[in-house]
């Protein structure tokens, strides 16, 4: 295995592991991200300076791809082999390529490329991922290839789920640029927790309808557990760039991502709070509202003018990009408003305090 730790002199590689599982450490000077060489999920994120190093990424799979499906599978594709969320997460990924660049005069960039080939559905999945030296922000950007020589519609989503010690009870409060959303459907979730939202009813982000017809914000993690529920949230039309980010005030702790809301439309709050301190949360940005079988979502075709799926046409290929960022917030900072990607700059505004996070992102989006 390749391990890249690489600081602003150098490029190291060794093997590496992580909970038993071979990793790929791709590292700044700022960062260090741990990618799984089976299934390319991104499962560690530390700051280099941060004597506690917390992960804000759930153990296990933290943030993973799923394409091309996302969400059960029907009874014929379980008999064929097919897995729920899709091959991409439980094939190998090759390492295409490596590298460390040096602009003159500028900062260095870490590189590295993937491939997994998805045998079932016929297609290609290829993710780059890219550090820049003093930025606290991972570039990614991917490709879906088609083998087949018919246009088809395909799930995508990114699996972005966040867990203890960076989710904390009460404490933790995510936001996001989204206007009108939707409860999932109890039926189709699981019943190992109670509810505390009203079955598949609409709303307006972030107050949602509860079991007893009162509203309820969202955004902050429930403080009184055990429960279990599940929305989705259309991301703002009216914005190319969406946020959503996840904030723990206590640890002075922000972890965000940035994504074209033509090629994520939708994101999903999933929430699972069991009562043992297995707690987990997914900011899941995607092609479709809910993570449901194949034909579910097909059949849908759209929710609130909104398409639930993409078209990956013949022989084809097609992009998406998004970053991720993670970093301390100062003293004073309470809550995310926005969170704009412009000129070389990623700022964070907390309209309330006055107080806004500058991060150097030299790559556009």
Request: charged content about 20%.
């Amino acid at each position: 295995m390749v391990v890249l730790a690489c600081a602003v002199s150098a490029l190291a590689q060794k093997p590496a592991l992580l909970d038993g599982n071979p990793v790929l450490m791709i590292a700044n000077d700022r960062l260090t991200l741990a990618v799984r060489s089976e299934g390319g999920a991104m499962v560690r994120l530390v700051l280099n300076d941060d004597p506690a190093a917390v992960n804000p990424l759930h153990a296990g799979l933290g943030h993973f791809v799923c394409v091309d499906g996302f969400g059960p599978v029907s009874a014929e594709e379980r008999t064929a082999g097919l897995p729920g969320h899709g091959e991409a997460h439980r094939v190998p990924w090759d390492v295409v390529s490596s590298e460390r660049t040096n602009a003159a005069g500028g900062a260095g960039t870490t590189t590295m490329s993937f491939a997994a080939t998805l045998p079932m559905v016929q297609e290609v999945f290829r993710r780059t991922i890219r550090l820049v030296d003093g930025e606290k922000v991972v570039y990614v950007e991917s490709e879906l290839e088609n083998l087949l020589a018919f246009d088809r519609p395909i799930n995508w989503g990114e699996h972005a789920t966040i867990g203890s010690p960076f989710l904390e009870l009460g404490k933790t409060v995510v936001e996001m640029s989204a206007v009108r959303a939707m409860t999932r459907s109890h039926e189709s979730q699981s019943e190992t927790l109670p509810h505390r939202l009203a079955s598949f009813r609409p709303f307006t982000w972030p107050m949602a309808p509860g079991l007893n017809g009162e509203s309820i914000d969202v955004r902050p993690t429930p403080a009184r557990v055990p429960v279990g529920d599940h929305t989705t949230s259309l991301m703002d039309p009216a914005r190319r760039l969406v946020f959503v980010t996840a904030f723990n005030a206590s640890r002075h702790l922000l972890l965000g991502y940035i994504f074209r809301r033509e090629e994520y439309p939708w994101t999903q709050s999933w929430e699972s709070y069991p009562g043992d301190g297995s707690i987990a949360r997914g900011m899941e940005f995607a092609t479709q509202p809910f993570d449901l079988p194949r034909r579910d979502v097909i059949q849908t075709n759209s929710m609130f003018d909104a398409p639930t799926y993409r078209w990956l046409p013949a022989k084809s290929t097609i992009g998406s990009a998004f970053l991720m960022f993670y970093t301390r917030t100062p003293d004073g900072f309470r809550k995310v408003d926005d969170v704009v990607l412009a000129s070389g700059k990623l700022t964070v505004e907390d309209r309330t305090s006055g107080i806004t996070v500058v991060l150097a992102a030299s790559r556009p989006l």
